[in-house]
């Protein structure tokens, strides 16, 4: 792997992957919310997992890719990276939001009647009731992450949102770290800080109702970028990077902790390292895992990536009103199996629409808007 190079190589799985876990969140919260259970589907959050890290690997890459035109001893790259993130995820979430504030009542109705009928505790009013200046800003800002109050309040998943945005916000003083101290022992000492940060804000009787500040996923967002960082390693050192990746999966931090869902998460490294890495596992099952790696890059996969942000945006907008109206309309005459498929059926293809159209509309044209402001600011004269 001594002869990777990132500008020749595209990796077919990152599209497959992201349309995969976006579909998985989707269909977790469909059976959760229609009373049907299956394994391993059943954990929307293990999806939420596998997004954080294809994040931590994709950000990785791209530093690699571009290291040699923006080099990250530069503030100026600093400001063109924080740049391309913001304009890749405000526009669109900024629409979702206001449409979720819109429709907080009603989401909140469709919402009392699942859970009702599903013997489960009510959902906080907060969550879908507070259109209030405070949470709007809060949330407009992104700084609702950094908040146990604010966390957790809108009819939106957007709590691993605001994630996303600190992991962005400290990610160029993550990787001068991991630079100056060696890409495992930095990761070490990055995860070992993250660590201390929640124990402290345990002690403090600081608790957040979802992993929605980065301390608690840290560790999950440091399995891709030791990945990524592998990619340029020989044999041994890749297996050390995936390895250590795989024992921060362990870190018990950032969510349900049972032996199961550990289990699940290192799993979830392992195979995503085993797509990676193909190359280096033995000769049938590498053969088997290039196909399937390759698979993943397909037109079909390619824009079920493309439209993951969207769909994880969009489907609980769709889903929790689409299964309260079939629970209402036909209650207990429909098995739970039933309900979960006839819910789906109609809910998968709204919201893929849905997120085609928002694609076009408002995600595109940030993309467009992000590359024309770095391009006016590599223009501008020094001292300018």
């Known amino acids: 792997m001594a002869d990777y190079d990132p500008r020749k190589i595209r990796i077919d799985c990152l599209d497959g992957l992201r349309g995969l876990a976006s579909l998985w969140v989707m269909i977790g919260h469909a059976l959760l919310l229609t009373g049907w259970r299956l394994p391993v589907l059943s ?4 999806g939420v997992d596998l997004f954080i890290m294809l994040s931590g690997f994709l950000m990785v890459f791209h530093y690699q890719l571009r290291a ?5 001893d530069l503030t100026s790259t600093w400001g063109r990276f924080w740049i391309r ?12 939001l206001a449409v979720a504030f819109a429709l907080g009542a009603w989401l ?7 859970d009702q009928f599903l013997g489960r505790a009510p959902q906080s009013p907060q969550r879908y009731l507070d259109n209030g200046l405070t949470n709007g800003l809060m949330h407009a800002s992104f700084l609702f992450g950094l908040s146990p109050d604010y966390a957790y309040r809108t009819p939106l998943p957007d709590w691993s949102i605001g994630l996303e945005m600190q992991f962005y916000a400290a990610f160029p003083f993550i990787m001068l770290l991991l630079k100056k101290g060696g890409w495992l022992k930095g990761a070490l000492f990055t995860a070992i800080i993250a660590l201390a940060i929640v124990s402290i804000s345990s002690l403090l009787g600081v608790h957040f109702p979802m992993p929605a500040f980065l301390p608690l996923k840290m560790h ?3 399995c891709g970028m030791l990945l990524a960082l592998g990619l340029h390693a020989d044999r041994s050192k890749a297996f050390l990077h995936g390895g250590a990746a795989m024992a921060l999966a362990l870190l018990p931090i950032g969510g349900d902790m049972t032996i199961t869902k550990m289990v699940m998460r290192v799993t979830l490294v392992a195979v995503f390292f085993a797509l ?3 190359r280096l596992i033995g000769s049938t099952v590498g053969v088997r895992l ?3 790696s390759s698979s993943l890059g397909n037109r079909f996969f390619h824009w079920l990536g493309e439209l993951s942000f969207g769909a994880y945006l969009w489907h609980l907008i769709f889903l929790q009103p689409i299964a309260a109206y079939f629970i209402t309309a036909f209650g207990d005459t429909l098995t739970p199996a039933a309900r979960f498929a006839v819910v789906t059926a109609i809910l998968v293809p709204l919201v893929y629409a849905a997120a085609c ?3 076009f509309a408002v995600e595109k044209p940030g993309q467009r808007l992000a590359k024309r402001f770095i391009n006016r600011r590599k223009l501008q004269p020094a001292g300018a």
Request: hydrophobic share 55%; charged share 20%.
């Open 43 to 46: 954990e929307p959050d293990l």
């Open 68 to 72: 040699a035109k923006e080099p990250w």
């Open 85 to 96: 993130r913001f304009l890749r995820i405000a526009p669109l979430y900024y629409v979702l």
């Open 108 to 114: 909140f109705d469709s919402r009392m009647v699942i």
């Open 220 to 222: 999950i967002f440091l």
């Open 276 to 278: 990676l890495y193909h």
């Open 290 to 292: 290039r196909a399937f």
């Open 357 to 359: 159209m928002t694609f």
